[in-house]
């Protein structure tokens, strides 16, 4: 059925860098639509990047392309966030999220799909400070 696990999350000042990580099993890694979500304090949910894996473009939403960026490593079956130069706004739970049926698409195609997600997992915490 498949299983994820997300990581990298912690306390960083403004400024810093994080790099989190989701780590898939039980899947077939190639057909995933795969993203992050952050949810900040007080806040709903907020899609924020998506990867198509198989065909490996990539999507970030425009207020966080200069900051972020979605990778993968394929050889780990794992997606990965990079966040470069962290703002206090962007304290939060970020949340994997992934979609099955993918093969042949596009991240913006993903970024549609993965709006449905709701099969959370405990998210991994972001914490900026100053």
């Known amino acids: 059925q498949g299983q994820f696990a997300e990581s990298g999350g912690g306390s960083v000042q403004a400024g810093g860098s994080l790099r989190l990580s989701c780590t898939t099993s039980?899947?077939?890694?190639?057909?995933?639509?795969m993203g992050w979500f952050r949810q900040a304090p007080g806040k709903e949910r907020e899609l924020i990047a998506t990867?198509?894996?198989?065909?490996?473009?990539?999507y970030v939403i425009d207020s966080l392309q200069d900051r972020f960026a979605i990778s993968q490593d394929r050889t780990k079956d794992t997606t990965s966030l990079q966040m470069n130069d962290l703002k206090f706004e962007d304290t939060g739970i970020y949340y994997c999220?992934?979609?099955?049926?993918?093969?042949?698409?596009?991240?913006?195609?993903?970024?549609?799909?993965?709006?449905?997600?709701?099969?959370w997992g405990p998210g991994t915490q972001v914490t900026v400070s100053s």
């Open positions: 999220a992934l979609d099955g049926e993918s093969w042949g698409k596009s991240a913006r195609y993903c970024y549609e799909k993965l709006r449905n997600f709701n099969s």
């Open positions: 039980g899947y077939y890694y190639r057909h995933l639509c």
């Open positions: 990867i198509d894996t198989a065909g490996g473009s990539d």
